[in-house]
T-cell receptor
Framework: DVKVTQSSRYLVKRTGEKVFLECVQD?????MFWYRQDPGLGLRLIYF???????EKGDIPEGYSVSREKKERFSLILESASTNQTSMYLC???????????????FGPGTRLLVL | AQSVTQPDIHITVSEGASLELRCNYS??????LFWYVQSPGQGLQLLLK??????LVQGIKGFEAEFKRSQSSFNLRKPSVHWSDAAEYFC????????????FGKGTHLIIQP
């Protein structure tokens, strides 16, 4: 079974703090993603990465950055946390699209972040 | 740009009754379509997916979905719901797989009445 783990289930930070959210997958997947989930808005893509040291902006990258130094690990960084970044953050991974039907994204359990 | 619409924010169904959750998408080419379920406090679990071939797709937990290109729809169905089906359901469309993210609908919250 694919396993995607996130370092924290719940996190409380103060405005202005630098926040690191860590995601690790154990299936040697090339692609990794960060989403945020807000009530009434569904999931929105923040950043994704298709290889080590590669990153692409998603739909809402402002206020975030990412790091992918190793294939299995994808970190989301809030350089200076703000209250409007209070949300549920979901990490996902997927294999490359070389094989039809293999593009499924697998999600971690999520990190619920509260910024005070 | 691609988009997904789930017209029902909340749906209430009696236990044992049938269920249909609606999903409409907008996408310029042949879409990859997914249904995910999220139980309270949990991440997303894949229920089923459509890439090509048979337009009626079977998934886990007794769910199925039918792709109708003419209606740009991918509705999720279950003949008889169980109390454990109470959750948030998300429809998503992809660009053809690989390194791009999915576009999700805003979700439908399913409530099961005893």
């Amino acid at each position: 079974d694919v396993k995607v783990t996130q370092s924290s289930r719940y996190l409380v930070k103060r405005t202005g703090e630098k926040v690191f959210l860590e995601c690790v997958q154990d299936m040697d997947h090339e692609n990794m993603f960060w989403y945020r989930q807000d009530p009434g808005l569904g999931l929105r893509l923040i950043y994704f990465s298709y290889d080590v040291k590669m990153k692409e902006k998603g739909d809402i990258p402002e206020g975030y950055s990412v790091s992918r130094e190793k294939k299995e690990r994808f970190s989301l960084i809030l350089e200076s946390a703000s209250t409007n970044q209070t949300s549920m953050y979901l990490c996902a991974s997927s294999p490359p699209a070389r094989l039809a039907g293999e593009e499924t994204q697998y999600f971690g359990p999520g990190t619920r972040l509260l910024v005070l | 740009a691609q988009s997904v619409t789930q017209p029902d924010i909340h749906i209430t169904v009696s236990e044992g009754a049938s269920l249909e959750l609606r999903c409409n998408y907008s996408y310029g080419a042949t879409p990859y379509l997914f249904w995910y379920v999220q139980s309270p406090g949990q991440g997303l679990q894949l229920l089923l997916k459509y890439f090509s071939g048979d337009t009626l797709v079977q998934g886990i937990k007794g769910f199925e979905a039918e792709f109708k290109r003419s209606q740009s729809s991918f509705n999720l169905r279950k003949p008889s719901v169980h109390w454990s089906d109470a959750a948030e359901y998300f429809c998503a469309v992809g660009p053809g797989g690989g390194a791009d993210g999915l576009t999700f609908g805003k979700g439908t919250h399913l409530i099961i009445q005893p």
